[in-house]
């Protein structure tokens, strides 16, 4: 079964700080991955995606992700954070084979303290 | 583009009431989806359409809950009769397509408390 690992639950930095957050998924074949993006009081966006190619994809608002195949991670970085960047970030994971819906990790709230 | 429209955004009712969540997509879209999404949680999938026909409504619980999109257009989610621990916010989602290649756009939610 698919499922995807979020490790960091609640992350706090201040302005310019550098930001990782760790994504693993499980998933025996190939898949899509995505990281999305909830403001407060806004809906769920997509930040960024990887179908394929370059495995450093860039997103939005400065931020980039990295697929690495070989430990099923797709990490999301930004080089320096800003206080808008506060917001609930998920990872999410789509199969392309077999059952193809989207799974979600239980997200990272971030942060970003003036 | 107008986004995926969803109603009512908040509502609360006691347990063993019913209750229904209507979603209109982003015009053209032919998959349609709803998410549970408890607290603490990330959203996950209930049921997936096409047009107006169930792709995938595997992790539904068919008990008590269904959902349909009659016109290939507008759907509605039931839940009838509400336990507690449906208490989540209910996302609606809407997709050119459903492969993995075509980017899910999420509506508002209906943030659903069952006391």
């Known amino acids: 079964a698919q499922s995807v690992s979020q490790h960091n639950h609640h992350v706090i930095l201040s302005e310019a700080a550098s930001l990782e957050l760790g994504c693993n998924y499980s998933y025996g074949g190939t898949v899509n991955l995505f990281w999305y993006v909830q403001y407060p009081g806004q809906h769920l966006q997509l930040l960024l995606k990887y179908f394929s190619g370059d495995p450093l994809v860039k997103g939005i608002k400065g931020f980039e992700a990295e697929f690495i195949k070989s430990k099923f991670s797709f990490n999301l970085r930004k080089p320096s954070v800003q206080w808008s960047d506060t917001a609930e970030y998920f990872c999410?994971?789509?199969?392309?084979?077999?059952?193809?819906?989207?799974?979600f990790g239980t997200g990272t709230r971030l942060t970003v303290i003036p | 583009e107008a986004g995926v429209a969803q109603s009512p955004r908040y509502k609360i009712i006691e347990k063993r009431q019913s209750v229904a969540f209507w979603c209109n997509p982003i015009s053209g879209h032919a998959t349609l989806y709803w998410y549970q999404q408890i607290l603490g949680q990330g959203p996950k999938l209930l049921i997936q359409f096409q047009n107006n026909g169930v792709v995938d409504d595997s992790q539904l619980p068919k008990d008590r809950f269904s959902a349909e999109r009659l016109k290939g257009v507008d759907s509605t989610l039931k839940i009838q009769p509400a336990k507690l621990e449906d208490s989540a916010v209910y996302l609606c989602a809407s997709s050119l397509e459903g492969g993995g290649y075509y980017e899910q756009y999420f509506g508002p939610g209906t943030r659903l408390t069952v006391t």
């Open positions: 999410a994971v789509k199969g392309l084979t077999g059952a193809n819906n989207l799974f």
